[in-house]
């Protein structure tokens, strides 16, 4: 099974700063067929399932705003919110469906400083 | 507009079976895979498994393998998915998922259901 490790467990960000995410597999999750990281990102708010964010590590999804950017390749994954709102508290997920079975990073909680 | 609805929370004893459904609109059901996650109070996601609508198709996690059977029926766009023998660290919020592409089992998930309790007591 591949194992996604993600730092730090919680943070605290002030309004309009930046928050980083890490995220790590055990092992590497882009496919050399077609040169894609395997990798979604999720953020889960209170009483909610988890909504898609990023996926191929770097695209976002429709609609997701554009202060949400992921980079990273082969086992080494960051999610970047360039400046936090308050509506960014939340729990998020990195995610691997490189092969199964599928498996999730522990989450970060991300609250406001 | 994609909507996966679930069926309403369940209280069960160890032992027991349940029984969670998941009923799809606004896409043809038959054309993505439906996977199941799930999670324990305060926990991460775990993956349980697949079901290819269309072929009636699965696979599980292996540690759900011998307790968990997912299904569906393509004539009210429903999933479901049963947990045999339940034991008390089977509480959980049990969520299915849509892939996001026709036709991939494993890919990342574009819709999801609203969850469903299921608690495990004496």
């Known amino acids: 099974d591949i194992v996604m490790t993600q730092s730090p467990d919680s943070l605290a960000v002030s309004l309009g700063e930046r928050a980083t995410i890490n995220c790590k597999s055990s092992q590497s999750v882009l496919s050399s067929s077609n040169n894609k990281n395997y990798l979604a990102w999720y953020h889960q708010k209170p009483g909610q399932p988890p909504k898609l964010l990023i996926y191929w590590a770097s695209t976002r999804e429709s609609g997701v705003p554009d202060r949400f950017s992921g980079s990273g390749s082969g086992t080494d994954f960051t999610l970047t919110i360039s400046s936090l709102q308050a509506e960014d508290v939340a729990v998020y997920y990195c995610?691997?469906?490189?092969?199964?079975?599928?498996?999730f990073g522990g989450g970060t909680k991300v609250e406001i400083k | 507009q994609v909507h996966l609805v679930q069926s309403g929370a369940e209280v069960k004893k160890p032992g027991a079976s349940v029984k969670v459904s998941c009923r799809a609109s606004?896409?043809?059901?038959?054309?993505?895979?439906i996977h199941w996650v799930r999670q324990a109070p305060g926990q991460g996601l775990e993956w349980m498994g697949w079901i290819n609508p269309s072929s009636g198709g699965t696979n599980y996690a292996q540690r759900f393998q011998d307790r968990v059977t997912v299904t569906s029926d393509t004539s009210t766009s429903t999933a479901y998915m049963e947990v045999r023998r339940l034991r008390s660290d089977d509480t959980a919020v049990y969520y299915c998922?849509?892939?996001?592409?026709?036709?991939?089992?494993?890919?990342?998930?574009?819709?999801w259901g609203q969850g469903t309790v299921v608690t495990v007591s004496s």
């Open positions: 606004g896409y043809t059901f038959g054309g993505y895979y």
């Open positions: 998922a849509r892939v996001s592409e026709m036709v991939y089992a494993e890919y990342y998930f574009d819709s």
């Open positions: 995610q691997q469906f490189y092969n199964i079975p599928l498996t």
